[in-house]
């Protein structure tokens, strides 16, 4: 997924980013000029910046199906 200039360039060249990777609090960004791969937060990427890593997420989630998603917590228990 490509990071658009404006939100994000390259820490290196400023080059054009490629979100490769993601997990719960980072991304692995890929520099299509020099090669570079790097990790950054989530919202790196400013104001709109979620939106790549959250459009990260549901490009993987329809293209890779076989990854199961750990689900912590959330437990619907009520107490009375
Ligand atoms: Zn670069």
Not at 23 to 37: K, N, P, R, S
């Amino acid at each position: 997924m490509k990071v658009h200039k404006s939100d994000g360039a390259c820490r290196e060249c400023g080059g054009q980013l490629q979100v490769v990777d993601a997990d719960d609090a980072t991304m692995t960004v890929l520099c299509e000029d020099c090669g570079d791969e790097y990790l950054v937060e989530s919202d790196a990427f400013g104001d709109g910046g979620t939106m790549y890593y959250v459009g990260f997420l549901a490009e993987q989630a329809e293209g890779v199906p076989d990854e199961p998603e750990d689900i912590e917590g959330d437990s619907a228990v009520d107490e009375e």
